[in-house]
Nanobody, 117 residues
Framework: QVQLVESGGGLVQPGGSLRLSCAAS????????MSWVRQDPRKGLEWVSS????????EYADSVKGRFIISRDNAKNTLYLQIDSLKPEDTALYYC??????????WGKGTLVTVSS
């Protein structure tokens, strides 16, 4: 069955960096656009970034543009999110999603990023 397993979250000081990973299995990874979505209990769900199946087209929310980089390794069935210059408002649970047309049909369980001094 489809599985998305995120990792790489943690506690980091403002200005720091993290690299999130999402290991995908149970489907043909190269057939699907993938995304990252984050959830802060105070603000709800926020789309962060997406990447097309080949990895050549990326999109970012304005709130993360210039600080986050989405990428994928199709040989390893893995999605990444490099997050730099972290701010306290980046604190959230980060989910990896599989995209099917205009929906996100599968979600991982998330990895928690906490930005605090």
């Amino acid at each position: 069955q489809v599985q998305l397993v995120e990792s790489g979250g943690g506690l980091v000081q403002p200005g720091g960096s993290l690299r999130l990973s999402c290991a995908a299995s149970g489907f043909t990874f190269t057939d699907f656009r993938m995304s990252w979505v984050r959830q802060d209990p105070r603000k709800g769900l926020e789309w962060v970034s997406s990447i097309n199946n080949g990895g050549g087209i990326t999109e970012y929310a304005d709130s993360v543009k210039g600080r986050f980089i989405i990428s994928r390794d199709n040989a390893k069935n893995t999605l990444y999110l490099q997050i730099d210059s972290l701010k306290p408002e980046d604190t959230a649970l980060y989910y990896c999603t599989r995209d099917l047309y205009s929906t996100m049909d599968y979600w991982g369980k998330g990895t928690l990023v906490t930005v605090s001094s």
